[in-house]
């Protein structure tokens, strides 16, 4: 009997029940009319994605001329797992009472983090999450840590005032987070931030750190912050990250 | 009815007369003070309409000067038709006068106050007849070509862009939706007027003007006729300019709104007197129009846990019901809000979601309860999140809600596809039917985990009404029992928009809506 075929890393493509079949299954919407001409552009459409054999297995008329699709097709493209390098915060988080200790021991203060979601945006329980008591999902969030002074200033907080609660606070941290971010809106608000600390010079002062469901650390590195944490982001987390950074950038 | 869930009856209107005394409380502040959002009502449903040359809304232009010129606890009614017998003009040409820089409105010479009145009322009787029009036509249409039946399919559509909002909100009727709402753009219920004109620029939501509700307005009757079921329209009348969008959605015939003073207090910091107040008038008009109101329960579960605080919901429910029927809104208008919103992962979480949905149901027997879907444990599992909602439309059907609120797979990613839109709907259509007469067939039994738990639901949320009422209501929120938020008295937006009212104060449509046509 012939054994199971390995995996090639350098040549990976999806799975179905055999190694290398390519199998995908999608859904999409296309703006014409149900029918056999829908089925048929959805076909060629897939095709063009780069599917070996398209299938409509399923198509809906929306109303409105348009159609509902899905789909499977085999993927005839492949990656390089083997070449892959994804920006993360690349640290090993330490847990709380590392942290209390890497305070205690290297900065000798106490660290203050001023925190908020910003903008228009009301959503208030991912940033809860990470700086309040109570934490999120058994980890305890910033308020608890011994040598954290955490402000969370709650949300809809413009970047006015957050940045001038940071200066009267003397934060050594900045947090924010953005949830809503149709159309970008999180992109020009993060912006404006970062643009409003460097024209008070304060940016070489301060960690700069955004967070939210759609945050990568990609996108906030890109943006001038010095990280970004997403979903399943935890207190221990971000902590790790801007006592570390404290020290680095030599804001003791 | 003989309760299902066998609940003590005697509990039931302890709760309810707690309830009852916490609105009343209430009630006295609010009949000693108005607000500039109440004052800018009256003037829209006097007639002025329309923006400056900076685009600044004439009822914020009259609303301002009459403020400036220190006349606003005399109520804008008064001033529009004190102008109106001096200049003999319309309240819009007064408006227009007074952004013209033309009149000062608080310094023309004090007519006869039998004049004053006969002009008022005058113009206000013409927009109530307009009000009661719209009814009217609702009535014919729902005579005529009919509704879909309850619980009633509601969607959202969000796009920003009005145009796209109309095309999603066809396809949506077509695919079988009875309501739609247009979800406003994040941060609109913080600004302190309502924009004009159609919009196509939102985040998250579309602007509410009166202009987009119009477009929309005939988007549906016209889909509606098409596929012969009256087309509901829903709208938001929250934030800091709540009575405006409840007159806007009266002239423009909305059949929905979510109207809680709490959601704003909660959710948006919005000042508690300011919104209380508010609240009330636009309560009224909401009720003169046939509105069904929304409220805001459900939220409180996105920021506390919905097992642990279930209580504060029904609570909240008992409250809301009295301050409706203190601004006159009957029962059958009465969208109390709750949702389906435990963690997925609780044990029998299922038997205690139908244990609060039954409760609900058999202490407001007659309100069209609006339920809300799973959002806070909705991830990208989008397949998982379509079971979830199936399990919330089971629930749905069996206790015999009043508005779906359809929960779409994609929840926690982004505003709804299209496509969410079509498999949501099947989702609800293939469980309602297939499942129709679910709650007539099966009972509880007697004190198994369903009974037990909407008994004790019930006992707590009876002890937490007895407490806010001797607390009062504004204590509570400021010691944060509502969704573990605190806000205080004082704090948050649009305090400044409140004044006392003045012995000579009036506002007409409060005389000729409460309580419903006459
Ligand atoms: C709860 C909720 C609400 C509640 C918020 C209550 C509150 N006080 O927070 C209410 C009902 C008020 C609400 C309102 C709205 N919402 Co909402 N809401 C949600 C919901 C259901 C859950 C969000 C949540 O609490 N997640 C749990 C927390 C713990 O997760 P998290 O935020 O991702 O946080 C974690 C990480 O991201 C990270 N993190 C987050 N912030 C930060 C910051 C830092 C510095 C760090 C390090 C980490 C970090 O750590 C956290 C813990 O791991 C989501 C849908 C969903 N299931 O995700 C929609 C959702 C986020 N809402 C949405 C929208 C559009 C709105 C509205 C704009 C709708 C409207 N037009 O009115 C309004 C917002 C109004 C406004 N001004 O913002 C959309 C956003 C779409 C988008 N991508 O833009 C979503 C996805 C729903 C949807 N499908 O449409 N919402």
Redesign the pocket.
């Known amino acids: 009997m012939k054994s199971v075929q390995k995996v090639d890393l350098t040549k990976i493509k999806p799975y179905g029940d055999t190694l290398n079949d390519g199998m995908v299954q999608m859904s999409f919407t296309l703006p014409v009319p149900y029918g056999d001409e829908a089925s048929e552009a959805a076909r060629q459409l897939a095709a063009k994605m780069g599917f070996d054999e398209p299938a409509v297995v399923y198509s809906k008329d929306l109303g409105v001329g348009y159609t509902y699709f899905v789909m499977y097709g085999k993927c005839s493209h492949t990656v390089d797992y083997t070449s892959i390098e994804v920006p993360k915060v690349s640290m090993e988080f330490m847990e709380r009472e590392e942290v209390e200790e890497y305070i205690a021991e290297n900065i000798k203060r106490d660290v203050v983090i001023v925190?908020a979601?910003t903008g228009?945006?009301?959503?208030?329980?991912?940033?809860d999450?990470?700086m309040n008591m109570k934490g999120?999902?058994g980890h305890f969030g910033l308020e608890r840590y011994k040598g954290i002074d955490a402000i969370n200033m709650g949300?809809?907080v413009s970047n006015e005032e957050l940045i001038a609660k940071a200066i009267e606070s003397k934060a050594d941290a900045i947090?924010?987070?953005?949830?809503?971010?149709?159309k970008d809106?999180h992109v020009a608000n993060l912006t404006e931030l970062v643009e409003m600390i460097e024209a008070e010079a304060l940016r070489d002062k301060l960690i700069l750190?955004?967070?939210?469901?759609?945050?990568s650390h990609d996108l906030a590195q890109e943006l001038g912050y010095d990280a970004g944490?997403?979903?399943?982001?935890?207190a221990n987390?971000?902590a790790s990250f801007v006592v570390k950074q404290i020290v680095e950038k030599n804001l003791i | 009815m003989v309760s299902k869930l066998n609940l003590n009856p005697e509990l039931i209107d302890s709760a309810r007369s707690a309830a009852r005394n916490i609105a009343e409380d209430v009630q006295n502040f609010i009949d000693k003070n108005t607000t500039v959002a109440v004052e800018r009502t009256v003037a829209r449903l006097m007639g002025v309409d329309g923006v400056d040359e900076v685009e600044k809304p004439l009822p914020n232009v009259l609303i301002d000067a009459i403020k400036e010129g220190g006349g606003l606890s005399t109520g804008a009614a008064f001033w529009i038709g004190n102008a109106m017998v001096n200049t003999g003009n319309s309240p819009q040409e007064i408006a227009e006068k007074v952004s013209a820089g033309q009149i000062e409105i608080t310094k023309l010479p004090i007519a006869h106050e039998d004049k004053i009145m006969e002009a008022v009322y005058k113009t206000a009787q013409e927009m109530v007849e307009k009000i009661k029009n719209n009814r009217a036509r609702r009535d014919e249409y729902l005579n005529t070509i009919g509704e879909g039946r309850k619980p009633y399919l509601y969607v959202i559509v969000?796009t920003g862009n009005i145009y796209e909002d109309v095309l999603q909100a066809q396809a949506a009727a077509k695919q079988g939706a009875d309501i739609i709402a247009v979800?406003?753009?994040?941060?609109q219920?913080l600004l302190d007027y309502v924009p004009y004109g159609p919009t196509t620029e939102g985040?998250?939501?579309t602007y509410a003007t009166q202009e987009n509700f119009k477009i929309m307005r005939k988007a549906l009757d016209q889909v509606g006729e098409e596929v012969g079921r009256y087309i509901r329209l829903c709208n938001?009348c929250s934030g800091l300019c709540m009575p405006e969008i409840a007159a806007m959605g009266a002239i423009e015939r909305l059949d929905v709104m979510l109207n809680d003073a709490l959601y704003g207090i909660l959710?948006?910091d919005i000042n508690m007197q300011r919104t209380f107040v508010d609240q009330y008038f636009s309560r009224i008009i909401n009720g003169f129009a046939g509105v069904i109101i929304n409220t805001g329960e459900d939220?409180y579960l996105?920021?506390s846990d919905a097992y642990e605080e279930a209580h504060t919901v029904l609570a909240s429910q008992f409250i809301n019901e009295q301050f409706a029927l203190k601004a006159g809104l009957p029962e059958e208008q009465m969208g109390l809000g709750h949702a389906f919103e435990m963690n997925p992962n609780l044990e029998n979480g299922f038997l205690y979601e139908l244990a609060q949905a039954q409760m609900a149901r058999e202490i407001f027997p007659k309100a069209p309860l609006k339920y809300m879907p799973p959002?806070?444990?909705?991830?990208g599992n989008i397949f998982k999140g379509h079971l979830q909602d199936a399990m919330f439309n089971l629930i749905s059907i069996w206790t015999n809600q009043g508005l779906q609120l359809l929960g779409?797979p994609?929840?926690?990613?982004?505003?709804?596809h299209l496509q969410d839109r079509m498999l949501s709907i099947e989702n609800a259509q293939y469980i309602f039917n297939n499942a129709r007469s679910i709650g007539d067939e099966v009972e509880y039994k007697k004190d198994g985990i369903i009974q037990k738990r909407a008994q004790e639901v019930l006992a707590k949320a009876e002890e937490l009404l007895k407490d806010i009422e001797k607390e009062g209501i504004f204590d509570t929120i400021e010691k944060g029992k509502f969704g573990g938020?605190k806000r205080s008295f004082t704090g948050g937006k649009g305090l400044e928009g409140v004044v006392e009212k003045d012995k000579k104060y009036f506002n007409p449509f409060i005389d000729l809506m409460l309580g419903g046509a006459k």
Do not use: W
């Open positions: 925190g979601c228009t945006d009301a959503h208030t329980v991912g940033i999450a990470i999120f999902d949300s809809q947090l924010v987070s953005q949830v809503v971010t149709q809106v750190v955004c967070g939210g469901p759609r945050i944490f997403g979903s399943g982001s935890y987390h971000v | 969000a979800i406003r753009t994040t941060g219920s985040f998250g939501g938001y959710f948006r939220n996105t920021t959002t806070k444990f909705m991830t779409m994609t929840e926690a990613i982004h505003t709804p938020v």
